[in-house]
C-alpha cells in the first residue's frame, strides 16, 4: 500500500502570507497527485490534479508540484477563505489520503 | 449541474447493518465510476470502496472487505454500499465521489454513520 505524509499536520498564518505545504509518498507516484480543501462540515473541494494542474474555477495563488515522491502545495497569498484543512491523495493505486494540513488564523 | 446525495445513515449496533444510497444526477452516470470515502469524528479522510462505471470491477480497503459490498444500478444514477458486521471503528461520515480521471471532481454533502451500543 502507498502510504501519503503530510507535513506539517498544522500551521497558523496570516492573511497575505505564502504558505507551502508538503506531501511525501512511500513509493513513486509519478503526477498522479490531487489536493484538497475541505472546511468544517463540508465535503473536500478539489484544487489541483495531476499534481500541477488546477481544478477550472480555482484562485491561480493555488499552485502545486512535484512529481515521484515529493510534491508541494503552495498558496501564494493567503486569503481569509483559504482558512480549512488541505489533504493530499494519491491514485497511481486505488486512493490513498495524507493526514491533512490544518490552516489556521495567526 | 453535477449533484451527489448520499441517504441511509444512522445509528446501529456493532454487529448491525446499514445500506446507503448516493443518488446521482447532473452527468452521464454511466460512464464514470463512483467511490466511497469516510471520514471518522475529527480525523482524516479514508478510501473505502470504488466501482467501475459498468459495475464490472469493484475494490475495497482492506479494513472492509467482506463486510462491505458496494453496487450500482445504472437505470435509476444510483451507487449503493451494503455495510455488514459493523463495528464501532466504523463510525464515520460516508462520502460518495466522481471519478474523473482516476481523482475525484465532485463529492457529495456525506452521511453520518454512528456504531455503538
Known amino acids: 500500500d502507498i502510504q501519503m505524509t503530510q507535513s506539517p499536520s498544522a500551521l497558523s498564518a496570516s492573511v497575505g502570507d505564502r504558505v507551502t505545504i508538503t506531501c511525501r509518498a512511500s513509493q513513486s507516484i509519478s503526477s498522479w497527485l490531487a489536493w484538497y480543501q475541505q472546511k468544517p462540515g463540508k465535503a473536500p473541494k478539489l484544487l489541483i490534479y495531476?499534481?500541477?494542474t488546477l481544478e477550472s474555477g480555482v484562485p491561480s495563488r493555488f499552485s502545486g508540484s512535484g512529481s515521484g515522491t515529493e510534491f508541494t502545495l503552495t498558496i501564494s497569498s493567503l486569503q481569509s477563505d483559504d482558512f480549512a484543512t488541505y489533504y493530499c491523495?494519491?491514485?497511481?493505486?486505488?486512493?490513498?489520503f495524507g493526514q491533512g494540513t490544518k490552516v489556521e488564523i495567526k | 449541474q453535477v449533484q451527489l446525495v448520499e441517504s441511509g445513515g444512522g445509528v446501529v449496533q456493532p454487529g448491525g447493518s446499514l445500506r446507503l444510497s448516493c443518488a446521482a444526477s447532473?452527468?452521464?452516470?454511466?460512464?464514470?465510476?463512483v467511490h466511497w470515502v469516510r471520514q471518522a469524528p475529527g480525523k482524516g479522510l479514508e478510501w473505502v470502496s470504488f466501482?467501475?462505471?459498468?459495475?464490472?470491477?469493484?475494490y475495497y480497503v482492506d479494513s472492509v472487505e467482506g463486510r462491505f459490498t458496494i453496487s450500482r444500478d445504472n437505470s435509476k444514477n444510483m451507487v449503493y454500499l451494503q455495510m455488514n458486521s459493523l463495528r464501532v471503528e466504523d463510525t464515520a461520515v460516508y462520502y460518495c465521489?466522481?471519478?474523473?480521471?482516476?481523482?475525484?471532481?465532485?463529492w457529495g454533502q456525506g452521511t453520518l454513520v454512528t456504531v455503538s451500543s
Open positions: 491523495q494519491q491514485y497511481n493505486s486505488y486512493w490513498t
Open positions: 447532473g452527468f452521464t452516470f454511466r460512464s464514470f465510476g
Open positions: 466501482i467501475r462505471y459498468d459495475g464490472s470491477d469493484k
Open positions: 465521489a466522481k471519478q474523473s480521471g482516476r481523482y475525484s471532481d465532485y
Open positions: 495531476e499534481a500541477s
